[in-house]
């Protein structure tokens, strides 16, 4: 009866996991190909050479590649979970190893290489500020979103009077941030100067995270072992 409970609790546990990675997935994977193959990207990034092309570039990939790893996991889960296919649950297992050791290897990367993680972010966000302001890019606005609502801060300069990207901005929280927030690439470099330790916490809790539903899905291949499935 107690593993009954347990399998059953980690069905539900990795059916959210499941929905989640399905849903960011094919969002990720959405964003990162609109980004490689929008007219304006190409033009500016992927037919130049430089460091703010090559940051660039190298973000779209990693995009593209997550999303569509995320994808792939969700499809395998899927079949392991929803559908009881043991061999589908046993390689969900692996991908959920990896993508928790990725998380782990970030949160490092992110605190021991501080330097070069905040180096390509602020590679990064410049030239899709660019982009966007001479483009009005769909998808270049939606990424200067996410990453203006991750470090809340309003581009380049943060006075919201002259910037020409005010509008994929996050909202002010009072009087003062409705007239200028933090730039965000001062903002970037100053957040992994002096918290680091913050970054490497939040890679580390979603590696965590991942661990339990890799724990999780072991637990129903044991089940599916001893029932003789």
Same mark, same amino acid.
């Given at each position: @009866?107690?593993?009954?409970?347990?399998?059953?609790?980690?069905?539900?546990?990795?059916?959210?996991?499941?929905?989640?990675?399905?849903? $960011?997935?094919?969002?990720? #994977?959405? #964003?990162?190909?609109?980004?490689?193959?929008?007219?304006?990207?190409?033009?500016?990034?992927?037919?130049?050479?430089?460091? *703010?092309?090559?940051?660039?570039?190298?973000?779209?990939?990693? @995009? @593209?590649?997550?999303?569509? !790893?995320?994808?792939?996991?969700? $499809?395998?889960?899927?079949? &392991?979970?929803?559908?009881? +296919?043991?061999?589908?649950?046993?390689?969900?297992?692996?991908?959920?190893?990896?993508?928790? &050791?990725?998380?782990?290897? /970030?949160?490092?990367?992110?605190?021991?290489?501080?330097?070069? /993680?905040?180096?390509?972010?602020?590679?990064?966000?410049?030239?899709?500020?660019?982009?966007?302001?001479?483009?009005?890019?769909?998808?270049?606005?939606?990424?200067?979103?996410?990453?203006?609502?991750?470090?809340?801060?309003? &581009?380049?300069?943060?006075? +919201?009077?002259?910037?020409?990207?005010?509008?994929?901005? =996050?909202?002010?929280?009072?009087?003062?941030?409705?007239?200028? @927030? =933090? +730039?965000?690439?001062?903002?970037?470099?100053?957040?992994?100067?002096?918290? /680091? +330790?913050?970054?490497?916490?939040?890679?580390?809790?979603?590696?965590?995270? !991942?661990?339990?539903? #890799?724990?999780? *899905?072991?637990? #129903?291949?044991?089940?599916?072992?001893?029932?003789?499935?």
């Amino acid at each position: @009866m107690t593993q009954g409970v347990c399998g059953c609790i980690c069905k539900y546990i990795l059916y959210f996991f499941i929905a989640i990675f399905g849903l $960011w997935g094919f969002y990720i #994977l959405w #964003l990162g190909v609109q980004l490689r193959f929008s007219d304006n990207t190409k033009q500016y990034f992927f037919k130049n050479e430089g460091s *703010s092309s090559n940051g660039f570039k190298t973000g779209v990939e990693s @995009m @593209m590649g997550l999303g569509l !790893l995320l994808v792939v996991s969700a $499809w395998i889960g899927k079949k &392991g979970v929803y559908n009881g +296919s043991k061999g589908a649950l046993e390689w969900f297992a692996v991908l959920l190893g990896c993508l928790s &050791g990725a998380a782990f290897a /970030a949160g490092d990367f992110a605190y021991y290489q501080r330097d070069e /993680a905040s180096n390509f972010l602020v590679e990064f966000y410049p030239a899709a500020y660019i982009v966007y302001a001479v483009t009005g890019d769909q998808a270049v606005g939606i990424t200067l979103a996410f990453i203006q609502d991750l470090f809340h801060c309003c &581009g380049i300069t943060g006075v +919201s009077l002259i910037e020409f990207v005010k509008q994929t901005c =996050p909202r002010p929280k009072n009087l003062m941030e409705s007239l200028a @927030m =933090p +730039s965000c690439p001062v903002l970037i470099i100053k957040i992994f100067e002096t918290h /680091a +330790s913050v970054v490497k916490d939040d890679f580390d809790q979603i590696g965590a995270f !991942l661990v339990g539903a #890799l724990i999780c *899905s072991l637990v #129903l291949i044991k089940q599916q072992d001893r029932s003789g499935q």
